[in-house]
């Protein structure tokens, strides 16, 4: 079945940067995401990958996929304290349904 | 452009009720998808709907069941409630076939729902 792992806990300086890291099981993958949640609310889309990139850069994300190890990850460059929120990586199958499979989410902590 | 909306923001029930949640897609989307988030935890994916049919289910007992309408908005309605359900439950919409290969899914706020 579909799973995808994602360490629990992140901090960080601001000004430094942050990488994310997430690994999935399934090899028929066509899009990985990667979303916000800030306390209380609902999932911010930030930024998605297709399956057939190595990298993607928008702005001060830059997403690197490693299909061979099915490893995704997500770097934020000059991470501010407004970055500090839980990050959930999740994959979305080429087969059947068009539904996504979370992680469990990375909580990201900014320090001052 | 409006984005996805939820109602209510927050709902207590108590165990044995029923509850209806609602959503509105945004504007130009035609598929709906809800999905469950304990605290702590990644969404879970209950159901999908596209142009008023359902269109995929995840690992949720049939007391979780789901409406679509000619609008694209959609209703989630859980039966019987248990403690166990108590969490955020998020809709989102997506350009289903129509949007091309990304189908990116957008999220509202979520519905929180205590049950007590």
């Known amino acids: 079945g579909e799973d995808v792992e994602q360490s629990l806990f992140l901090s960080v300086r601001e000004g430094d940067s942050s990488v994310i890291n997430c690994t999935y099981t399934?090899?028929?993958?066509?899009?990985l995401y990667w979303y916000k949640q800030e306390p209380g609310a609902g999932l911010q889309l930030l930024t998605y990958i297709f399956s057939n990139m190595d990298m993607k850069q928008d702005q001060r994300l830059t997403v690197l996929l490693n299909k061979k190890d099915k490893h995704l990850s997500l770097r934020i460059a000059d991470t501010q304290t407004g970055d500090s929120a839980i990050y959930f990586c999740a994959e979305r199958s080429g087969t059947g349904r068009r539904a996504l499979t979370f992680g469990s989410g990375t909580r990201l902590q900014v320090q001052p | 452009e409006t984005g996805v909306t939820q109602s209510p923001t927050h709902l207590i029930k108590t165990r044995g009720q029923q509850v209806t949640l609602r959503c509105s897609s945004q504007?130009?989307?035609?598929?709906v998808s809800w999905y469950q988030q304990a605290l702590g935890q990644g969404p879970q994916f209950i159901f999908q709907?596209?142009?008023?049919?359902?269109?995929g289910r995840g690992n949720f007992p049939p007391r979780f069941s789901g409406l679509q309408f000619p609008n694209y908005s959609s209703e989630l309605n859980v039966n019987a409630l248990e403690l166990d359900d108590s969490a955020l439950y998020l809709c989102?919409?997506?350009?289903?076939?129509?949007?091309?290969?990304?189908?990116?899914?957008?999220f509202g706020p979520g519905t929180r729902l205590t049950v007590l």
């Open positions: 504007s130009g989307h035609n598929t």
């Open positions: 399934d090899s028929s993958s066509t899009y």
């Open positions: 989102a919409s997506s350009p289903g076939l129509a949007g091309g290969g990304t189908d990116t899914q957008y």
């Open positions: 709907y596209y142009r008023e049919e359902e269109n």
